[in-house]
């Protein structure tokens, strides 16, 4: 079982629709990251969590510590939101800031 | 602009040939990582070096080694390229104190 676990794997909406995506892991942590990649692109931090929730723009990043679980949330998703999320966890006990990933959801939203 | 500089951006070598990744940060960050993407999995850490004159092993080590040349450069070597060596290669670093993390735009390495 992978320490960081994201659902769905895939996920295609309509543009406007309010999407969610999932992150459970299993270890100690001290930060999680939310990431975003486009196709053929490089990768984009989109936020760093170690509690509570954060806000940018039309995107939303929620952590629960004891239930080990987070949520991005994009509201009034939009076809150039079209992309990978990768939610990336840093374990607390591990020197330095190394990340430990999930696979990523593929997210597409249609016009 | 500020950020992580990797190059080349695309490469194909062919078994048993070697190749040097280069990379490098202008954020004054004191941790740089190496990290492959291969489908269906996540990123996984090749090297990483937490400080100038450290570098340490990540998950995936075999049949590459890394030098942190100074603080801002960090380069990935490939003694003799194999096929399983096939993926997209990312260079990331971080400010361990704040946590926050730059991404290279990746290497795309196709071994024949």
């Known amino acids: 079982k992978n320490e960081v676990e994201q659902s769905p794997q895939n996920l295609t909406a309509q543009e406007g629709e309010f999407i969610t995506i999932n992150c459970s892991y299993s270890?100690?942590?001290?930060?999680l990251h939310w990431l975003q990649q486009h196709p053929g692109g490089g990768i984009v931090s989109l936020f760093m969590?170690?509690?509570g929730k954060k806000k940018h723009g039309r995107l939303i990043a929620t952590i629960n510590i004891q239930e080990k679980h987070s949520s991005l949330h994009i509201t009034a998703s939009h076809p150039r939101d079209s992309a990978v999320y990768i939610c990336a966890v840093r374990p607390g006990e591990t020197s330095g800031s190394r990340l430990t990933f999930g696979e990523g959801t593929q997210l597409t939203v249609n016009p | 602009n500020a950020g992580v500089t990797q190059t080349p951006k695309f490469q194909v070598l062919k078994t048993g040939q070697s190749m040097t990744l280069q990379c490098a940060q202008d954020?004054?960050?004191?941790?740089m990582y190496w990290y492959r993407q291969d489908p269906g999995m996540g990123l996984r850490l090749i090297y990483y070096?937490?400080?100038?004159?450290?570098?340490d092993k990540g998950e995936v080590p075999n049949g590459y080694n890394v030098s942190r040349l100074n603080k801002r450069e960090f380069s990935l070597r490939l003694e003799s390229a194999a096929p399983s060596q096939t993926s997209v290669y990312f260079c990331a670093s971080s400010e361990t104190r704040y946590y926050g993390y730059t991404f290279g735009s990746g290497t795309r390495l196709t071994v024949v």
């Open positions: 969590l170690s509690s």
């Open positions: 070096s937490a400080s100038e004159g450290t570098t």
């Open positions: 954020m004054n960050h004191n941790s």
């Open positions: 270890v100690g942590i001290s930060a």
